[in-house]
């Protein structure tokens, strides 16, 4: 089944298309034996989603329940707590950036124009690992310090977590200890493999390694299929200025 | 948190973000004493307790959460919305739930002030005390037997079972070629919920649910990010949170996934003949 045929199911599961397509994609099932099982594998998988949500709904219903009888009710307004909170934390990273790196403050700003702290995966992905999620937790409110403290702890880590707690050190500027993670990320065959060597070249960026940035900016340009290639097109196309330049 | 802080677009727009926003704008829902008031008042005048209330708020919240993940909420309010899912919740509770309609059945019993009614309208076309007596009770037994056959709406119950025992003095003055009852164009034999339906839609919940659990943990994680909230991550995400090359290896994989699970289910076709409609 090719993707457009899949975007068309997709739409018409959504309520995305207009009366006339909905009218012909029906048609086309009822003709189309491919096209008819596809189309009941997206809702029996959106079935079976529903499902599990259901489930960990009604889990939660009865956390809620219980700390409901001690605790003050909730409101939304934590959400938008945090994000004044990121901002402050961003801000103060800026500043702190400034302050403490040699590397001309052009490239540092570049590099945190450039730089996004990834999302948390969520923890509720049934992976079970107490540690990772409340190391979660302390990302997604921005105490990195925190979250590191709690993700350190993890033997074995997967490169989803190693991947994170780069991030984390990167947010809290040991950038060194970010590059190291980040550099064994890019060596390795994960899918965080490509996402760590954009981080890796910002964080060469902010520390100043020229020749590290040089070589690593040139390998993804190399690579037109690499996810961060345009990106690092725009980065390199920007004013970087080197301290080296400098002199 | 007794007043209404959101407006509704508002929690409607943070149910389909997705992620902690979600969670939290569930949460407030719980919470919510106005929109569970109007559920409880719902689910009380149809015959339920605040317990049952309580059962169905958590209901209507999981419907809610559905159908705004899936980009279909199309109501004119969410206090609409509860009280209307609110009685349909109710009512396929009824459909299998013998406690609850035992519960229903001992509401209606001991109301005084409807018996009186329904008595009232016997004496006053040709019955006796007596007849009202035993129309009521053989309307007991038939509310009972609506009940679980899915023709209660889900409105007020003290109504429905006049109108039950309307029917049977007005059938019993025809049976006996009396001055008939007019015929006040209420009709409590309409089926609102197939109970084969509902049937089926239990079964295969609990089929479903057994048949993902046996696919791997990348399955079910995958199948999770794709179709839990409608449209909230391209594949290229997908294929960063589940640690593929690219996009194109999640794509295969979501297809391989939704193809396994179709197949699960249909190695139970001979089981459950529904199984071949899907």
Same mark, same amino acid.
């Given at each position: 089944m090719d993707q457009q045929s899949i975007n068309i199911i997709e739409a018409y599961i959504n309520g995305s298309l207009d009366e006339e397509a909905s009218k012909k994609f029906e048609a086309d099932m009822a003709e189309d034996e491919e096209l008819a099982e596809v189309y009941h594998e997206h809702m029996l998988a959106m079935d079976a989603v529903d499902l599990q949500e259901e489930k960990e709904l009604h889990e939660k219903f009865d956390l809620w329940e219980k700390d409901g009888q001690n605790t003050p009710h909730r409101t939304l307004w934590p959400t938008y707590l945090k994000i004044a909170a990121a901002v402050a934390l961003l801000v103060s990273f800026y500043f702190l950036f400034f302050n403490k790196n040699n590397s001309p403050e052009l490239n540092t700003t570049l590099a945190i124009e450039y730089y996004i702290t990834p999302e948390s995966p969520g923890n509720t992905m049934g992976r079970g690992d107490a540690l990772w999620s409340d190391g979660l937790i302390n990302y997604e409110n921005g105490t990195y310090s925190e979250a590191i403290q709690v993700w350190e702890e993890i033997e074995n880590p997967s490169p989803e977590m190693q991947y994170f707690l780069a991030h984390a050190y990167f947010n809290i500027k040991e950038l060194m200890k970010a590059s190291e993670i980040f550099k064994d990320l890019s060596n390795g065959n994960s899918a965080y493999s490509f996402p760590a060597e954009w981080y890796l070249l910002l964080t060469y960026l902010a520390t100043g390694e020229k020749d590290n940035f040089d070589q690593l900016a040139t390998v993804i340009l190399d690579n037109q299929d690499h996810p961060y290639h345009q990106d690092v097109v725009d980065l390199t196309n920007s004013n970087i200025k080197w301290e080296s330049d400098a002199k | 948190m007794n007043r209404q802080r959101y407006s509704d677009q508002q929690l409607i727009s943070s149910i389909v973000k997705g992620g902690e926003e979600r969670n939290q704008t569930i949460e407030y829902l719980f919470h919510h004493d106005s929109f569970q008031a109007i559920v409880t008042d719902t689910v009380v005048n149809a015959g339920g307790n605040k317990d049952y209330g309580k059962t169905v708020f958590k209901d209507c919240i999981i419907q809610l959460d559905k159908i705004v993940r899936r980009k279909k909420y199309t109501f004119p309010s969410l206090e609409q919305f509860f009280e209307q899912v609110a009685k349909q919740s109710w009512c396929r509770m009824l459909l299998t739930d013998t406690t609850a309609r035992d519960h229903v059945i001992s509401f209606l019993s001991v109301d005084k002030e409807l018996k009186g009614k329904i008595k009232s309208t016997i004496v006053r076309n040709s019955g006796s005390e007596d007849d009202a007596n035993d129309i009521f009770q053989n309307g007991l037994l038939l509310i009972n037997d609506h009940l679980k056959e899915g023709k209660f709406r889900g409105g007020a119950v003290k109504g429905f079972f006049y109108q039950v025992c309307y029917n049977l003095w007005r059938n019993e003055l025809k049976k006996h070629k009396m001055q008939p009852l007019p &015929? &006040?164009?209420?009709?409590?034999?309409? =089926?609102? *919920? &197939?109970p084969q339906i509902e049937l089926e839609r239990k079964e295969r919940a609990i089929l479903l649910d057994q048949v993902f659990q046996q696919l791997g943990e990348s399955c079910q994680k995958i199948l999770r990010l794709k179709f839990?909230? *409608? &449209?909230?991550? =391209?594949m290229e995400e997908i294929a960063v949170k589940m640690g593929f090359k690219n996009a194109q290896i999640a794509s295969n994989t979501l297809s391989k996934c939704r193809k396994k699970l179709w197949k699960l289910l249909q190695e139970h076709k001979s089981e459950f003949s529904w199984i071949s409609r899907v």
């Open positions: - | &015929d &006040d164009g209420m009709d409590v034999s309409v =089926t609102f *919920i &197939d839990l909230v *409608i &449209d909230q991550y =391209t």
